[in-house]
């Protein structure tokens, strides 16, 4: 089943100097069309600036496209709604409430559900497990590190239940341990849940370590210069699929070619 359909989606911003004349604009993307289909794993990778988090940002509602038009389950996005979360990669943390208060705090807002609510409570409870944050709950953010903190700010866009997990390089600021153990850890939350992820990065060993399709976009404005769909189980290790070691350089000179 699909699940996302973008269409023919562009994006523009005005460029604004006292030389315009008001017609000028920064083409950040246009004519993107492809699919998500449902329970993928969805890795936007390409170079920086090449609009993947603008893309992102406009499944998500946060942006209106210029252009064409992006469907969630056949009905057009419009704006932002619970079926569709963000993890950012600069996670905020309420640092007056616990780990468990800070997951819960998006199904509160959303939901209008108390921490009390038994329902609530349980949904909290699982999520805790799911991220591996048991026996921290009743830690505060400054007593944890940034991963664990990162593993809350899955936790409360999980919490809402969203169709769709979006993720924008929620890694990046963290060293290259814990990014491994978290990308191995979003691998088996998305396995155990079936959501349908889409992860924005510009790292081409963190796309091929965790992501089933690739979709790799050119410099801006950006187009689909290939998608890439990958059949082994993830999370994969070089050491394991030598294959993959091909394909990166693939991957590398379809986005070398882009910056020259």
């Avoid at 929620?170 to 088996?188: A, C, H, N």
Wanted: with cysteine; glycine share 6%.
């Amino acid at each position: 089943m699909t699940e996302i359909e973008i269409r023919e989606a562009a994006k523009y911003f005005p460029i604004r100097s006292p030389r315009n004349s008001g017609k000028e604009k920064l083409v950040v993307f246009e004519n993107l069309t492809f699919n998500v289909e449902q329970g993928e794993f969805v890795c936007f990778l390409g170079p920086s600036g090449c609009g993947k988090t603008t893309l992102l940002w406009s499944i998500a509602g946060l942006h209106d496209l210029s252009a064409g038009e992006i469907r969630l389950r056949g009905q057009r996005i419009h704006g932002p709604g619970s079926d569709r979360s963000v993890v950012f990669q600069e996670f905020v943390m309420f640092p007056w409430r616990t780990l468990q208060g800070n997951i819960a705090m998006g199904l509160e807002l959303r939901r209008n559900k108390s921490i009390a609510n038994k329902g609530a409570k349980q949904l909290v409870d699982e999520l805790i497990d799911l991220v591996g944050l048991r026996g921290c709950e009743k830690a505060y953010p400054h007593e944890v590190s940034q991963g664990m903190r990162q593993r809350v700010s899955v936790a409360r866009a999980l919490a809402v239940e969203p169709t769709v997990l979006l993720m924008d390089e929620p890694f990046g600021s963290l060293d290259v341990i814990t990014r491994e153990s978290m990308q191995t850890k979003v691998v088996d939350i998305w396995k155990r849940t079936g959501k349908t992820i889409i992860f924005v990065t510009h790292s081409i060993d963190e796309a091929l370590f965790i992501a089933n399709k690739i979709v790799v976009f050119s410099a801006r404005p950006a187009k689909i210069k290939e998608i890439i769909t990958l059949e082994s189980p993830t999370p994969r290790y070089y050491t394991d699929h030598r294959e993959l070691l091909t394909l990166k350089d693939r991957i590398e000179k379809l986005l070398f070619y882009e910056m020259q």
